[in-house]
């Protein structure tokens, strides 16, 4: 069984930070990309960014220079850094990761439950 758990979601001003974490726990023997989609209301879920082990991280153009993802490959853990938050990032945001279970030859993609991110003044 697999399980991705974020936290660190609430309600900041225009202007301020939140940091997400987001980790993953269970059987796993390898980990692909981690990520964090965000889905604000009457929209559909969209990525924010995304870290593939190896690469660069990529970013959605209208987070790019104020939000910044990173891993922790030894936790199993990544961060979702937002700084200048706007309210238009209000939104619920999910952890993604794209994973190998142990015991499994194949990759599947993994969901968290979401945390609430809401930038209002």
């Known amino acids: 069984q697999v399980q991705l758990v974020e936290s660190g979601g609430g309600l900041v001003q225009p202007g301020g930070s939140l940091r997400l974490s987001c980790a993953a726990s269970g059987s796993i023997f390898r980990i692909n990309t981690m990520g964090w989609f965000r889905q604000a209301s009457g929209k559909q879920r969209e990525l924010v960014a995304a870290v593939t082990s190896g690469s660069s991280p990529n970013y959605a153009g209208s987070v790019k220079g104020r939000f910044t993802i990173s891993r922790d490959n030894a936790k199993n853990t990544v961060y979702l850094q937002m700084n200048s938050l706007k309210p238009e990032d209000t939104a619920v945001y999910y952890c993604?990761?794209?994973?190998?279970?142990?015991?499994?030859?194949?990759?599947?993609?993994?969901w968290g439950q979401g945390t609430r991110v809401t930038v209002c003044s």
């Open positions: 993604n990761a794209n994973l190998r279970p142990i015991g499994s030859t194949s990759f599947y993609t993994y």
